[in-house]
């Protein structure tokens, strides 16, 4: 079987181009950006031309991290363009492959991709937006860990849906454990997409909602979070904080959706 190669496009351009477009030099979410420098930057010697990842530059795109962190600064959809191996590129290194831009290569959604990638599991899990309204303005409840896990950064109540468990559920369970709060139900969910976590090496198909708590809430609490997970016993320091600024403040990729509250 021919080996592949692989071109991410957002909006009909590369992927870097579209980071560059989407993500200025002085947004603040270029402060997560993982090292890329183990890549060689040699496409200005060849113009006109277009780059592929190699299966192994695939392979170390992911695990850097650089993938999910570019999926989540671009704000169109991805899509994959993947090709055989041509026998004459432009240039070939272990990581990446340059050749001319009229290559033949099958178009296919980021979504496909993932679902249709063996080598790595899919995994759903869901991401609890809590709202409370202080005034005329919104809330979300956010959560620090203890000062020993303090690299984990400012999040949300995520977590794994179970075997056999409905998604609405799920969401409402992770909440519960995670912040202690009882007494919440869910507004609306808001979105739906797959992910790369080079972390955990694997898809997570993430399922994001909005929730509110049906009582009178405090404004700060700790809690020891219940249930099964690896997180369990752990200490969630939680507090609310203004929605306008959680898609930079939030860890990881977690406030890829604050554009859809409402």
């Not at 609890?128 to 896990?149: M, P, R, T």
């Not at 507090?239 to 959706?257: D, R």
Request: hydrophobic share 35%.
């Amino acid at each position: 079987m021919s080996e592949k190669i692989y071109r991410f496009v957002c909006d009909g351009i590369g992927i870097y181009e579209a980071v560059d477009n989407h993500c200025p030099r002085d947004d603040r979410r270029r402060e997560g950006k993982p090292d890329g420098s183990w890549l060689p930057k040699i496409g200005t010697e060849y113009p006109g031309a277009i780059s592929f990842w190699t299966e192994r530059g695939l392979d170390k795109y992911f695990s850097s991290g650089l993938q999910e962190w570019h999926r989540f600064v671009v704000r169109e959809p991805l899509e994959v363009l993947v090709s055989d191996l041509p026998t004459n590129p432009l240039y070939q290194d272990k990581f990446q492959i340059i050749c001319e831009s009229n290559i033949e290569a099958k178009k296919i959604s980021w979504n496909d991709f993932a679902i249709e990638n063996s080598k790595y599991p899919l995994v759903d899990k869901v991401l609890a937006y809590i709202l409370k309204s202080k005034g005329n303005k919104k809330e979300i409840l956010v959560f620090e860990h203890d000062k020993k896990w303090s690299e984990a950064g400012l999040q949300v109540p995520a977590g794994s849906v179970d075997p056999g468990e409905e998604i609405e559920r799920a969401v409402l369970r992770e909440a519960q454990e995670e912040s202690g709060l009882e007494k919440v139900r869910v507004i609306k969910k808001i979105d739906e997409y797959i992910m790369y976590r080079n972390t955990h090496e694997q898809f997570n198909r993430r399922h994001v909602f909005l929730l509110e708590p049906t009582t009178e809430v405090q404004e700060s609490w700790s809690h020891s979070v219940q249930g099964d997970g690896i997180d369990k016993g752990m200490n969630f320091h939680f507090s609310w904080m203004p929605t306008s600024g959680i898609e930079t403040s939030l860890a990881g990729s977690m406030g890829y959706s604050a554009r859809r509250i409402k």
